[in-house]
C-alpha cells in the first residue's frame, strides 16, 4: 500500500506562487506515475499535472500550463509542484496521488491523466489564492 504526504498548501495572494510537495513513505516512485489532483468546492476532481517518475513524461492541465511545473527529486522520494502566477480560481484541496506502470514507463501514451486512473492517494492539502 503506498502511503502519501502531501504539504505546501496555504493562502497566497493572486499572482504569487506555491510549491506543493509530495512524499512516499512505503515505496520508491521508480515505476511509478505521480499526479497533482485538484477538488475545488462544488466540483470534481481535476488532474492538474503528472509525471512518470522513472521515465520524465510529464502532462499539465491547459489551465496551469506555463504557470505550474511538475519535478521529481528521485533521490528524496518526492515530488514537487511549483505554482506560479497563482490565479483565484486555483483555490483547491491539493491531493498528490501515485499510479503503479504495468507497462513502460517511458511510453508518454500510458501516463494517467484522469483522477479515477491513480488509485494511492494521499491527504489533501489546501490551497486559497486570495484576490
Known amino acids: 500500500d503506498v502511503q502519501l504526504q502531501a504539504s505546501g498548501g496555504g493562502l497566497v495572494q493572486a499572482g504569487g506562487s506555491l510549491r506543493l510537495t509530495c512524499t512516499a513513505s512505503?515505496?520508491?516512485?521508480?515505476?511509478?506515475?505521480v499526479a497533482w489532483i485538484r477538488q475545488a468546492p462544488g466540483k470534481v476532481h481535476e488532474v492538474v499535472s503528472s509525471?512518470?517518475?522513472?521515465?520524465?513524461?510529464?502532462f499539465y492541465a491547459d489551465s496551469v500550463k506555463g504557470r505550474f511545473t511538475i519535478s521529481s527529486d528521485n533521490a528524496k522520494n518526492t515530488v514537487y509542484l511549483q505554482m506560479n502566477t497563482l490565479k483565484p480560481e486555483d483555490t483547491a484541496v491539493y491531493y498528490c496521488?501515485?499510479?503503479?506502470?504495468?507497462?513502460?514507463?517511458?511510453?508518454?501514451?500510458?501516463?494517467?491523466?484522469?483522477?479515477?486512473?491513480?488509485?494511492?492517494w494521499g491527504q489533501g492539502t489546501q490551497v486559497t489564492v486570495s484576490s
Open positions: 496521488a501515485a499510479y503503479q506502470f504495468f507497462g513502460d514507463p517511458n511510453d508518454p501514451k500510458l501516463l494517467p491523466t484522469f483522477s479515477y486512473e491513480y488509485d494511492s
Open positions: 509525471i512518470s517518475v522513472s521515465g520524465g513524461n510529464t
Open positions: 512505503s515505496v520508491t516512485f521508480d515505476g511509478y506515475a
